[in-house]
């Protein structure tokens, strides 16, 4: 009660704020127009992105900063509107424009763009690009959607947890080959600490950060590598965030690390405007005060709808007095919620308006239940859906009661890749299963961990519905059709080093209409031998696995 009622002061003194960053984002400005801007250095130092695609259109996305680094976070543009000129062709060489616009660059928006396209076929391929005075941008590829019901193929990307500091993106230098649709992030694009690595890498500014500035400097920082250039200038991206876009482990109106609730309301507000500036999101997500309002839905035809949810910004504090892994009765409290009542009801409307061959919740934490054996007694993860079990029962049951014709849960966080089968009651060995879920590994984040053979944990014993497990850095490549999903786990050998092997290390499939995973493909041929661990090798597993899993340590470097 005193948290909502700070909370409620608070939103009343920062409601010029907020109206007023809504006013920014709808392209108004208290700015002069710089009439006829020149620059000295390309603008256009953070690249391009795409988002939110639709059968007509999308928003394309790209922030002026000829200086990225610049101590006071203007990205070195002064304190003036910029009209940038957009284009969209149906060729790389633009030798077909089909669409073309002027969208402004504010001050009051860190001179971002997000300009939103629409009038364009569906189910096409589009290529873009900006410009603004004698200087171009990249030139990014994107596409819409199919018509519903239409589509018969889609092949997606699902990516999260990009620790600059700790590691090369040698993952999305592969992913930028791939022959995709659509990239879906599921959080920690940016980290917050100030972690420095080990690899020249080191995060700028070299400090926590908590200001506006300070979160526009890590965001031009991390914007700045190549690679994830490449990535978005790919495919359109589907983005929400975690906890290090604002701090570790935040849970609604609560910080993690000493603050006030009103001081870490003022950085969330911050951490979110920064968020919105440097993704490709459409304006209706631009944050108001300390709100923003990114769970959505996005459908591909009659193939796929993705139900994009925010598991961080109405969920109850951590039960169970702050432990990283317990298992006291709150937990289990039917009355303590993930993503409060009002999106959890949502969630459950879009199960039952569905109608897609598809239907994936993409989110952030792990949704399965993991028992973890902490010193012989099996505990839960507080910080995932296990601590709030009255969710992830509401949820998987909405999607049982809608009859949805193929869940997946698609997820990240937890910085090495898994696959597990859903049931709904998880006490009952030979419960039916009634959905799957696929978990990314980190893009860097933890550093280049190692391959587990033969892609199984310990903590299998006490799970016999997770199917595969192994600590390295990749992402996951899923392609749909009507007939069958397929999961390819893509691993990076080496993190920290530039240019390391990308090779896929597992393949699961789910047929149409069928619940459960089915592995197609299980590699490398060359792994060691599968044999028995011995006690102390099962027990050193699973310490290291609560260890990765605890803390601070998700900073990753
Ligand atoms: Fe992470």
Same mark, same amino acid.
């Given at each position: 009660?005193?948290?909502?009622?700070?909370?409620?002061?608070?939103?009343?003194?920062?409601?010029?704020?907020?109206?007023?960053?809504?006013?920014?984002?709808?392209?108004?400005?208290?700015?002069?127009?710089?009439?006829?801007?020149?620059?000295?250095?390309?603008?256009?130092?953070?690249?391009?992105?795409?988002?939110?695609? +639709? *059968?007509? @259109?999308?928003? $394309?996305?790209?922030? /002026? %900063?000829?200086?990225?680094?610049? #101590?006071? &976070?203007?990205?070195?543009?002064?304190?003036?509107?910029?009209?940038?000129?957009?284009?969209?062709?149906?060729?790389?060489?633009?030798?077909?424009?089909?669409?073309?616009?002027?969208?402004?660059?504010?001050?009051?928006?860190?001179?971002?763009?997000?300009?939103?396209?629409?009038?364009?076929?569906?189910?096409?391929?589009?290529?873009?690009?900006?410009?603004?005075?004698?200087?171009?941008?990249?030139?990014?590829?994107?596409?819409?959607?199919?018509? +519903? *019901?239409? @589509?018969?193929? $889609?092949?997606?990307? /699902? %990516?999260?947890?990009?620790?600059? #500091?700790? &590691?090369?993106?040698?993952?999305?230098?592969?992913?930028?080959?791939?022959?995709?649709?659509?990239?879906?992030?599921?959080?920690?694009?940016?980290?917050?600490?100030?972690?420095?690595?080990?690899?020249?890498?080191?995060?700028?500014?070299?400090?926590?950060?908590?200001?506006?500035?300070?979160?526009?400097?890590?965001?031009?920082?991390?914007?700045?590598?190549?690679?994830?250039?490449?990535?978005?200038?790919?495919?359109?991206?589907?983005?929400?965030?975690?906890?290090?876009?604002?701090?570790?482990?935040?849970?609604?109106?609560?910080?993690?690390?000493?603050?006030?609730?009103?001081?870490?309301?003022?950085?969330?507000?911050?951490?979110?405007?920064?968020?919105?500036?440097?993704?490709?999101?459409?304006?209706?997500?631009?944050?108001?005060?300390?709100?923003?309002?990114?769970?959505?839905?996005?459908?591909?035809?009659?193939?796929?709808?993705?139900?994009?949810?925010?598991?961080?910004?109405?969920?109850?504090?951590?039960?169970?007095?702050?432990?990283?892994?317990?298992?006291?009765?709150?937990?289990?409290?039917?009355?303590?919620?993930?993503?409060?009542?009002?999106?959890?009801?949502?969630?459950?409307?879009?199960?039952?308006?569905?109608?897609?061959?598809?239907?994936?919740?993409?989110?952030?934490?792990?949704?399965?239940?993991?028992?973890?054996?902490?010193?012989?007694?099996?505990?839960?993860?507080?910080?995932?859906?296990?601590?709030?079990?009255?969710?992830?029962?509401?949820?998987?049951?909405?999607?049982?009661?809608?009859?949805?014709?193929?869940?997946?849960?698609?997820?990240?966080?937890?910085?090495?890749?898994?696959?597990?089968?859903?049931?709904?009651?998880?006490?009952?060995?030979?419960?039916?299963?009634?959905?799957?879920?696929?978990?990314?590994?980190?893009?860097?984040?933890?550093?280049?961990?190692?391959?587990?053979?033969?892609?199984?944990?310990?903590?299998?014993?006490?799970?016999?519905?997770?199917?595969?497990?192994?600590?390295?850095?990749?992402?996951?490549?899923?392609?749909?059709?009507?007939?069958?999903?397929?999961?390819?786990?893509?691993?990076?050998?080496?993190?920290?080093?530039?240019?390391?092997?990308?090779?896929?290390?597992?393949?699961?499939?789910?047929?149409?209409?069928?619940?459960?995973?089915?592995?197609?493909?299980?590699?490398?041929?060359?792994?060691?031998?599968?044999?028995?661990?011995?006690?102390?090798?099962?027990?050193?597993?699973?310490?290291?696995?609560?260890?990765?899993?605890?803390?601070?340590?998700?900073?990753?470097?």
């Amino acid at each position: 009660m005193a948290e909502s009622l700070t909370r409620r002061r608070l939103l009343g003194a920062a409601g010029a704020t907020g109206a007023w960053l809504a006013w920014a984002a709808a392209g108004n400005s208290a700015h002069a127009v710089w009439a006829k801007p020149r620059f000295t250095v390309n603008p256009f130092t953070l690249g391009v992105a795409s988002g939110e695609p +639709t *059968p007509d @259109g999308m928003v $394309l996305w790209t922030r /002026l %900063a000829p200086d990225p680094l610049a #101590a006071d &976070g203007a990205g070195g543009m002064p304190a003036q509107v910029v009209q940038v000129q957009w284009q969209v062709a149906t060729d790389p060489a633009f030798g077909y424009v089909v669409a073309a616009g002027t969208t402004p660059a504010t001050p009051e928006l860190g001179h971002s763009v997000h300009a939103e396209v629409t009038g364009l076929a569906a189910d096409r391929e589009y290529y873009y690009r900006f410009r603004v005075g004698a200087d171009t941008s990249a030139v990014g590829r994107t596409r819409t959607t199919p018509v +519903t *019901p239409g @589509g018969s193929r $889609l092949t997606f990307a /699902l %990516a999260c947890c990009q620790n600059y #500091a700790a &590691g090369y993106y040698t993952a999305y230098e592969h992913l930028a080959q791939q022959d995709i649709d659509l990239v879906v992030f599921v959080g920690d694009y940016i980290y917050e600490g100030p972690g420095q690595g080990s690899i020249g890498r080191a995060h700028q500014p070299p400090r926590e950060i908590f200001t506006l500035a300070d979160y526009r400097i890590r965001y031009a920082q991390y914007k700045s590598d190549p690679a994830l250039q490449a990535a978005h200038a790919r495919a359109p991206w589907l983005v929400v965030f975690d906890d290090h876009e604002v701090d570790n482990d935040w849970a609604g109106d609560q910080p993690s690390d000493g603050q006030t609730v009103e001081d870490f309301l003022r950085r969330r507000a911050a951490a979110f405007q920064a968020y919105y500036e440097s993704m490709p999101l459409r304006p209706f997500s631009a944050p108001v005060g300390d709100d923003i309002q990114v769970y959505r839905r996005a459908t591909w035809g009659g193939l796929a709808t993705f139900h994009i949810v925010d598991t961080r910004q109405y969920r109850d504090p951590y039960a169970c007095g702050g432990a990283e892994f317990s298992t006291c009765p709150e937990a289990f409290d039917p009355a303590r919620t993930m993503l409060g009542f009002a999106q959890e009801t949502w969630l459950a409307d879009g199960f039952r308006q569905s109608r897609t061959s598809w239907d994936f919740v993409a989110q952030q934490g792990a949704f399965v239940r993991r028992w973890v054996d902490q010193n012989g007694v099996l505990m839960l993860k507080m910080d995932a859906w296990d601590g709030y079990v009255g969710s992830q029962q509401r949820v998987t049951q909405a999607w049982v009661d809608a009859g949805v014709r193929n869940p997946v849960v698609l997820s990240g966080d937890i910085h090495a890749h898994w696959a597990s089968d859903l049931k709904l009651d998880y006490d009952t060995p030979g419960a039916p299963l009634v959905g799957s879920e696929l978990i990314a590994t980190s893009i860097s984040s933890g550093g280049t961990g190692r391959d587990h053979v033969p892609g199984v944990h310990p903590i299998f014993a006490d799970n016999p519905h997770l199917r595969f497990y192994t600590d390295l850095r990749g992402y996951i490549t899923v392609t749909v059709t009507p007939d069958r999903l397929q999961a390819d786990y893509q691993c990076v050998r080496d993190v920290m080093v530039p240019d390391a092997e990308v090779f896929r290390r597992a393949s699961f499939v789910i047929d149409d209409g069928v619940r459960g995973l089915r592995q197609t493909y299980d590699g490398p041929p060359a792994a060691a031998p599968a044999r028995e661990l011995t006690e102390a090798e099962r027990r050193a597993a699973i310490d290291a696995l609560i260890a990765s899993e605890t803390g601070d340590e998700q900073e990753g470097v």
